[in-house]
């Protein structure tokens, strides 16, 4: 069983950064996949970024932009987020799994309770 604690989110005003943290309960977090996806209101959940041993992955809409990075040692994850706009306001979940398909939410087995980042025009 793996636990996921989401933080950092919060109101930023466009052009601006957040780092969201998502601490990792649970041994088998150097074997997982984690990514992160987001929801806005009234849409359905999208794909924001992965990593998956060593590859990394980005939706097109945040790459160059979004950067995450993982601590194995803290059992932490981060999404670094710079250049936000307002479009990328949602909540941001993170997820963990042992899965082959890193940037489908099917393929994660664990999730987190979500963080709201707000980013105002």
């Known amino acids: 069983q793996v636990q996921l604690v989401e933080s950092g989110g919060g109101l930023v005003e466009a052009g601006g950064s957040l780092r969201l943290s998502c601490a990792a309960s649970?041994?088998?977090?150097?074997?997982?996949?984690m990514g992160w996806f987001r929801q806005a209101p009234g849409k359905e959940r999208e794909f924001v970024a992965a990593v998956s041993w060593s590859a990394q992955y980005y939706a097109p809409s945040v790459k160059g932009r979004f950067s995450l990075s993982r601590d194995n040692g803290k059992n932490t994850v981060y999404l670094e987020m710079n250049s936000l706009k307002p479009e990328d306001t949602a909540v941001y979940y993170c997820?963990?799994?042992?899965?082959?398909?890193?940037?489908?939410?099917?393929?994660?087995?664990?999730w987190g309770q979500g963080t709201q980042v707000t980013v105002s025009s």
């Open positions: 997820a963990a799994g042992a899965t082959y398909r890193p940037t489908q939410p099917a393929g994660y087995d664990y």
């Open positions: 649970g041994r088998a977090f150097r074997s997982y996949s």
